[in-house]
């Protein structure tokens, strides 16, 4: 079997990398931007960063900003009316997963609109088309939905969420540039940071990982591991790594898949709204304890990663609990809760099921049943 390997077009990095999006948009032809952002990205002037070169070198665009932490069905609907309300031919995401993914599934439905209803893309959907041209502009430093395939839209009426997994969404362009999440709050940027670590992490053990992303995974755990404190308190070095590091994380993930954490984190802000790198920091070190039979020695390297000194005078135990110690350690460093608010016996069942039913379940290196999950849920009790 052929391993793939996906990137975006082009991707820029490093601080004052947004005004190459002028030069990109120029150098496409583009004519009008959709700019898919968040309110609180323009309450604080955050998304106004990239407007700014926009109306400066007189680029039209429209901005739709209906978009939602755990982005929803509707969302993305009235996304797609807006594209066209705009006469837009390409779209500028600044913002988390939540703008990013809004943005590509937008642009999957506009040039397949035979998958308008948005539940029809939930997996490996068949599309046929690349979706519009996207430029993406992350504002976290976590997700990587700027260089990665998937993306995951809630379905509040089955309180639910999905994840879809398409080559045909992959944004052209990449504008990775640490200025953009200064002011990122401290807890958002623990909370993106430790998804950005479950992603390196899961990519690094999940069933389909090969050389290539064990090399992008075993980096980014590094970068993540040196980088994420300095990130909470703001330093230019702790942001320039995180920004960094979460795409590289992605580099890897995006091309083999992740695990029942990420399926628990779905399924935990499907229901009780639980920001997204918040659950996966909380089921991390525990899915990591579920897992570690069935990983070799990776937990070494990932000790190794995390800057555990000594892990080649260890034990295969103790190596592997170096490994897992310093992952909940980050967390706890960075100020991440180890409970789930309101999560009742009664729901462990419904959380259970939908967990085993998600798409990055098949690649955990360990199946896991629904009574697993459900020993796995009580734990965040």
Same mark, same amino acid.
Not at 351 to 374: Q, T, W, Y
């Given at each position: +079997? @052929? ?7 082009? $991707? ?6 947004? @005004? ?14 959709? /700019? ?20 400066? *070198? ?6 739709? $900003? ?14 797609? @009316? ?17 703008? +990013? ?43 990587? @939905? ?17 994840? =879809? ?21 401290? $807890? ?8 950005? !670590? ?9 069933? &389909?990982?090969? *050389? ?17 404190? #300095?990130? =909470? ?16 994380? #992605?580099? %890897? ?15 935990? %802000?499907? /229901? ?6 918040? &659950?996966?920091?909380? +089921? ?21 990663? +995390? #800057? ?39 729901? !462990?069942?419904?959380?259970?099921? $939908?967990?085993?039913?998600?798409? =990055? &379940?098949? %690649? ?5 049943? /629904? ?8 734990? /965040?009790?």
């Amino acid at each position: +079997m @052929a391993n793939r390997i996906m990137l975006n077009q082009t $991707s820029y990095h490093g601080a004052g990398a947004i @005004a190459e999006i002028v030069s990109e948009a120029k150098a496409q032809g583009f004519q009008k931007a959709l /700019v898919c952002t968040d309110p609180d990205l323009i309450k604080f002037n955050v998304a106004s960063k990239v407007t700014d070169l926009l109306d400066k *070198e007189g680029l039209a665009y429209e901005i739709y $900003s209906d978009i939602k932490a755990n982005p929803t069905i509707q969302n993305v609907q009235n996304g797609v @009316a807006a594209f066209k309300n705009a006469d837009a031919d390409y779209i500028i995401a600044i913002g988390g997963g939540s703008s +990013m993914d809004t943005a590509k599934a937008i642009g999957i439905i506009i040039n397949n609109p035979e998958f308008e209803d948005v539940r029809s893309l939930e997996g490996v959907a068949p599309t046929k088309k690349p979706c519009v041209p996207i430029i993406a502009v992350p504002t976290t430093a976590g997700t990587a @939905a700027e260089v990665t395939i998937n993306y995951v839209i809630t379905d509040v009426e089955k309180k639910r969420k999905f994840v =879809c997994v398409d080559p045909h969404d992959m944004p052209i362009v990449a504008i990775v540039d640490p200025d953009m999440t200064a002011t990122m709050p401290k $807890s958002l940027t623990a909370a993106t940071g430790m998804d950005a !670590l479950t992603h390196a992490i899961e990519g690094y053990t999940t069933k &389909a990982a090969w *050389e290539m992303t064990d090399m992008f995974h075993l980096k980014a755990i590094e970068i993540i591991a040196r980088s994420l404190r #300095g990130a =909470c308190e703001n330093t230019s070095e702790g942001r320039e790594g995180m920004a960094l590091g979460q795409y590289i994380a #992605g580099m %890897g993930f995006s091309n083999v898949g992740l695990g029942i954490a990420h399926s628990m984190a779905h399924t935990l %802000g499907a /229901v009780y709204d639980t920001p997204h790198g918040v &659950a996966c920091a909380m +089921m991390l070190p525990i899915v990591m304890e579920y897992n570690q039979e069935c990983t070799g020695e990776k937990y070494r390297e990932i000790a190794r990663a +995390m #800057g555990v000194k000594g892990v080649d005078d260890m034990t295969q135990e103790e190596y592997r609990k170096a490994a897992i110690d310093a992952v909940r350690q980050l967390s706890v460093d960075v100020g991440i809760p180890t409970k789930v608010n309101g999560l009742k016996e009664e729901d !462990l069942q419904f959380l259970a099921e $939908s967990a085993h039913a998600d798409a =990055c &379940a098949p %690649g955990n290196p360990k199946e896991a049943s /629904v009574e697993d999950f459900i020993a796995l849920f009580r734990k /965040v009790m």
